[in-house]
């Protein structure tokens, strides 16, 4: 079993449309969860950030943490053509120099 | 600009040889990074460099060699040891100190390919 699960897609919705990504993962002791995009052929670029549990809002993206439940959303408010990307979790331990783990990606796209 | 970048954007491997993949960083970033991507896998950590002259093998490391002379600069040669080469490889830096390396700034990748 992997230690962070991620459907790959891909997930086509109409432009406007709520999106919702997730993933799980089996390691108790990650504390920092991250959300990357990354465009075709493009390096990721970190979205958002979350230490621990709960919410954190930027704009049209919101990301949240359930520890208890070891799973993690990102959801996408009106969603726009431009959002169509690969979105990468990431999460890692506490502590110093840790290892980043990812997932391995789901496809976005949004139709006009 | 800050930023990363790597070069070249596409490359070719010819059975034997090996080829280096060039990342230079601008951001003053202590710790650097390279990491291979795969259709259908996450990003795999190969080798990572926390400060200058010292370096650390990743998940993958064999057939793969670095060097980290330069803060600036951290090189990776994919060796003739490495036998299925193909991926996308993304180098990456970040700050280091407690809980920063999690925000990762990458280049834009180089693909390589075997002829």
């Known amino acids: 079993q992997k230690e962070v699960e991620q459907d790959p897609g891909p997930l086509s919705v109409p432009e406007g449309a709520i999106v919702s990504l997730n993933c799980t993962y089996s390691?108790?002791?990650?504390?920092?969860f991250m959300w990357y995009r990354q465009y075709s052929r493009k390096g990721p670029e970190l979205l958002m950030y979350?230490?621990?549990?709960g919410n954190k809002e930027d704009g049209r993206f919101t990301a949240q943490v359930d520890k208890s439940s070891k799973y993690i959303s990102l959801f996408i408010r009106d969603s726009q053509p431009s959002d169509s990307a690969t979105y990468l979790c990431?999460?890692?331990?506490?502590?110093?120099?840790?290892?980043?783990?990812f997932g391995i990606g789901t496809k976005l796209q949004v139709i006009p | 600009d800050g930023g990363i970048t790597q070069s070249p954007k596409y490359l070719f491997r010819k059975e034997g040889q090996n080829v280096t993949l060039s990342c230079e960083q601008n951001?003053?970033?202590?710790?650097m990074y390279w990491y291979r991507q795969d259709p259908g896998q996450g990003l795999r950590l190969i080798y990572y460099?926390?400060?200058?002259?010292?370096?650390q093998k990743g998940d993958i490391a064999e057939g793969y060699s670095v060097s980290r002379e330069k803060k600036e600069s951290f090189p990776l040669t994919v060796t003739s040891a490495q036998k299925n080469p193909t991926a996308f490889y993304l180098c990456?830096?970040?700050?280091?100190?407690?809980?920063?390396?999690?925000?990762?700034?990458f280049g834009s990748g180089t693909q390589l390919s075997v002829l």
């Open positions: 990456a830096s970040s700050a280091t100190g407690a809980s920063t390396n999690e925000k990762l700034f």
């Open positions: 390691n108790s002791a990650f504390q920092y």
């Open positions: 979350t230490y621990s549990s």
């Open positions: 990431a999460m890692r331990n506490s502590g110093g120099y840790q290892k980043v783990t």
């Open positions: 951001l003053n970033h202590d710790a």
């Open positions: 460099s926390q400060i200058v002259n010292d370096f």
